[in-house]
């Protein structure tokens, strides 16, 4: 696995959680990384993005209320999820794509928001 991710679980409407993912030694090098989301039954969907420059973009449910950031010298990405809904709950998976645009997935983790 070349991208691990973590840190889902079950949380109350209106609480927080961090997910967190590391992009595995044997990968050389990471460009672009990205959380997406799939709901049961649904597409995949973007929710951030984040650019080797730093420079962020959100999807507009996430925007407000999610935080992306990466740490490029440990090649990790986390997306900080605070007031959380009942329609955030999906299966998560961190994105990768390296300078020469091949694209990594990690294995999804899940985040159940209970009303």
């Known amino acids: 696995v070349q991208l691990q991710a973590s840190g889902g679980g079950v949380v109350q409407a209106g609480g927080s959680l961090r997910l967190s993912c590391v992009v595995s030694?044997?990968?050389?090098?990471?460009?672009?990384m990205a959380w997406y989301r799939q709901a049961p039954g649904k597409q995949r969907d973007l929710v951030a993005t984040i650019f080797p420059n730093g420079t962020t973009d959100y999807s507009h449910s996430a925007k407000g209320r999610f935080t992306i950031s990466r740490d490029n010298a440990e090649m990790t990405t986390s997306l900080q999820m605070n007031s959380l809904k009942p329609e955030d709950t999906a299966v998560y998976y961190c994105?990768?794509?390296?300078?020469?645009?091949?694209?990594?997935w990690g294995q999804g983790t899940q985040v159940t928001v209970s009303s």
């Open positions: 030694r044997s990968v050389f090098s990471i460009g672009t």
């Open positions: 994105n990768g794509v390296s300078p020469c645009g091949y694209e990594y």
